[in-house]
């Protein structure tokens, strides 16, 4: 890092704010990152703004605009670290949806003057045009792991976060597996683990909020979803959530579509 304290950059694109929200949630650890960096740019904190170029920047959101586009290459010029937070920057988010479609008719049914948006044809992740150091998941993140991607990169290790599936965390909180014993379909085996099995607890399935974990089976998985009796039109759905356009979850949703 630069002498002096690093600076850190906090960017939107196309997203709901919940990951940055998450870092303002940091409370005590927020303080310990404040302490430890220089908050160059943080529209959602203060109106401060410090020039670049920047040490660390976190970029939340998708690309889906001409502008955005241009955009995410000037700050990928001025960050020596650029980190992707949450399911919208690295997997095009929920607004993903539309790469199914022709965007063009969603905007002429809902604008009234739809030559004047100015829009890609699709939404996809930041890594498709800029490179990415490290991918955070999550929708939204891990306050967590947020600060241990940070603590990492400032001193200079590989950020430690778990790339096993939902499973381990159920196993490591004792709760029952809900397609054992309820036969209720769950993503859990082929979703990162990082929200701690919030939905499996509650007696829930997982819905893939964290996005697929290391080599993921989801033919597997569907199998066993269909198994249960989940129709092909289910499955697809499934499978096109928060992580829609994460190419394993694509591909599955793909092989179900009629």
Excluded at 194 to 211: E, N
Aim: hydrophobic share 35%.
């Amino acid at each position: 890092m630069a002498q002096g304290k690093p600076k850190l950059a906090v960017w939107k694109f196309a997203s709901c704010d919940g990951c940055q929200l998450s870092l303002l949630d940091c409370e005590d650890e927020l303080l310990a990152v404040a302490g430890a960096v220089e908050i160059a740019s943080f529209p959602e904190a203060t109106r401060a703004t410090v020039k670049g170029p920047y040490d660390i920047s976190l970029v939340e959101g998708s690309i889906t605009t001409p502008h955005d586009e241009q955009r995410i290459h000037s700050i990928r010029r001025s960050s020596r670290f650029l980190v992707t937070i949450g399911a919208c920057a690295t997997a095009g988010g929920i607004q993903a949806l539309r790469n199914f479609k022709d965007v063009n008719e969603f905007t002429s049914l809902v604008y009234a003057h739809p030559d004047y948006i100015q829009t890609l044809k699709k939404s996809t992740p930041v890594t498709d045009h800029v490179f990415v150091d490290f991918e955070l998941r999550g929708c939204p993140i891990n306050k967590y792991q947020l600060i241990e991607v940070l603590s990492a990169l400032l001193h200079g290790r590989k950020p430690n976060t778990p790339p096993h599936a939902v499973c381990m965390e159920c196993k490591q909180r004792g709760a029952v597996c809900v397609m054992v014993a309820h036969a209720i379909p769950c993503l859990g085996p082929v979703t990162q683990a990082g929200c701690g099995a919030l939905c499996p607890s509650y007696a829930r399935g997982c819905y893939g909020c964290f996005g697929p974990k290391e080599t993921p089976n989801t033919a597997s998985l569907a199998a066993g979803w269909a198994e249960l009796g989940v129709s092909n039109r289910d499955l697809m759905r499934a499978f096109r959530g928060f992580n829609t356009y994460a190419e394993p979850f694509r591909r599955e949703s793909e092989a179900h579509e009629k």
